[in-house]
């Protein structure tokens, strides 16, 4: 498998089992593809499609660069991943932007 390709097989792999496991108001991730970008979409139980965020690919299949969607300016913002780092995995980034979205399920409240 070629660099190139194994770019296009990488989200769909890392994010598909993650997404409904800890999100369950996914169906799905929709993941498309443009140049070194791959943008991951959410599929939400009636049926919309929401953007979430944009992954850069930055030369390594573990490490990718994130970028969020600003629904207010319908575009993607530079981000940090979650642990603070300017690259991270998938899977942080799915969660980072399905937290803002969607809310986190896993987060404890604090205030009752």
């Known amino acids: 498998m070629t ?3 194994s770019l296009y097989v990488s989200p769909e792999q890392k994010v598909a089992a993650l997404s409904t496991e800890r999100w369950p ?3 799905g991730t929709v993941v498309r593809h443009r140049a070194r970008y791959a943008y991951l ?3 939400l139980l009636d049926g919309i499609i929401q953007p979430l965020c944009r992954l850069r690919y930055t ?3 573990h490490q990718w660069a994130f970028a969020i969607y600003c629904a207010s300016h319908d575009d993607y913002q530079d981000s940090v991943s979650p642990s603070g780092y300017p690259v ?3 899977k942080e980034a ?3 932007a399905c937290g803002l979205y969607l809310g986190d399920p896993h987060r404890l409240d604090l205030n009752p």
């Open 41 to 43: 979409d959410a599929e």
């Open 25 to 27: 108001q996914l169906v």
């Open 3 to 5: 660099r190139v390709a």
């Open 94 to 96: 799915l969660d980072c």
């Open 59 to 61: 030369g390594s299949a």
């Open 88 to 90: 991270g995995i998938p």
